[in-house]
């Protein structure tokens, strides 16, 4: 059985930073893209980043690009998302997923019901 579990959200100041992990188990982990999403207050579930099997290739939606990195480690079977410069606009809850391409995450084709996400707050 498939399990994508969040966490590393919290409350942050604008400006500030934090570093979402996502664990994974169930699935051979090196063989999937992995992206992360996110869905704020009263807004649809929005593609933020994605990975490529190998970590070698990375796609970023407009609103995060320079702002946030995502990265793996295939021995870990985890993701993460480091994401700097917090806007108050960015809080929402994020979610991650596993996809067969980062071109396919990139249009929300991921493979994995949702599951908790990890909420995040950013403080004006």
């Known amino acids: 059985q498939v399990h994508l579990v969040e966490s590393g959200g919290g409350l942050v100041q604008a400006g500030g930073s934090l570093r979402l992990s996502c664990a994974a188990s169930?699935?051979?982990?090196?063989?999937?893209?992995m992206g992360w999403f996110r869905q704020g207050p009263g807004k649809e579930r929005e593609f933020l980043a994605a990975?490529?099997?190998?970590?070698?290739?990375?796609e970023y939606a407009d609103s995060v690009k320079g702002r946030f990195t995502i990265s793996r480690a295939n021995a870990q079977n985890t993701v993460w998302l480091q994401m700097n410069s917090l806007k108050p606009e960015d809080t929402a809850v994020y979610y991650c997923?596993?996809?067969?391409?980062?071109?396919?995450?990139?249009?929300?084709?991921?493979?994995?019901?949702w599951g908790q996400g990890t909420q995040v707050t950013v403080s004006s």
């Open positions: 997923n596993r996809g067969i391409n980062t071109l396919r995450l990139r249009s929300s084709g991921v493979l994995n019901s």
């Open positions: 169930g699935f051979p982990f090196s063989q999937y893209a």
């Open positions: 990975i490529s099997l190998g970590g070698i290739s990375t």
